[in-house]
């Protein structure tokens, strides 16, 4: 199961979208009245999240929640994310509605914000032969520098 980073977009009508660590689209998925086992379930069904996102600077307790839950980054703009960049990150993609939008919002500059260390991560593996690179950009962005993460990994001390 590959690492995701996961948007939340809580409220009467809430949404999850999940960006793979490339940042393409894989899930989202809307639902009224959610409670919080549609959120576990649906994020399980997408992936390990190692971020969850809000469009939010603060995030909701929903949202931390879902972040201890998965023992993932909690990762909040530096301001509200606004409609018209909302319209930018959604363009092009598939989503169903305002609710999908602004979680995928939320993934895409949670995304953005790593993309930098990504690359990196991915240009240092392929040099070194590392096999597992998603689980590398993983551990990355949880605080783990990338020599922590491929010695880790060689050793067979995976750290989720």
Known sequence: MNNVIV???TGKTSAIA???????TVYTATMRFAKARWFVDSIKA????????SDKKKANDAVAKLAAIFDAVLF?????????KKQEYSDMRKVKNVHERDAL?????AYK???NKLMQVER?????????????KGMV??????????KSLKAGRFVR
């Not at 999940?18 to 393409?24: A, I, K, P, S, Y």
């Not at 240092?124 to 590398?136: C, F, S, Y």
């Not at 962005?141 to 491929?150: F, G, T, V």
Request: glycine share 6%; proline share 3%.
């Open 7 to 9: 948007g939340i977009d």
């Open 18 to 24: 999940c960006v793979d660590l490339n940042g393409r």
């Open 46 to 53: 997408a992936g390990l999240p190692v971020v969850i996102a």
């Open 76 to 84: 909040t703009p530096k301001e509200d994310i606004k409609v018209r």
């Open 105 to 109: 919002s939320a993934a895409m500059a």
């Open 113 to 115: 914000h790593y993309s």
């Open 124 to 136: 240092i593996a392929r040099e070194g032969d590392a096999e597992d690179i998603d689980k590398i």
């Open 141 to 150: 962005i949880k605080k783990y520098s990338i020599n922590e993460a491929l």
